[in-house]
């Protein structure tokens, strides 16, 4: 595995709990009210933006 794979598997992983923890914030308690704020929009679009940047690499062919 080379190290453009290994960085996009990283990224894949962290923009999914990012993603995940934006979501259910309120949930399991770190939200800050309880409603769905700002930040966990942000958050939310950060992590699906870092997990498609991650599984592009990951995916992408290598260059002869």
């Known amino acids: 595995m080379n190290n ?8 894949l992983v962290i923009g ?7 979501l259910a914030a309120d949930a399991i308690g770190i939200g800050g009210t309880a409603i769905f704020g ?5 958050g ?4 699906v933006i870092i997990a498609v940047v991650g599984f592009v690499l990951y995916s992408r062919k290598q260059a002869v």
């Open 44 to 47: 939310a679009i950060a992590g």
């Open 16 to 22: 999914v709990v990012l993603l995940v923890a934006s």
């Open 4 to 11: 453009r794979k290994t960085i996009g598997i990283a990224l």
């Open 38 to 42: 700002y930040k966990q929009i942000i």
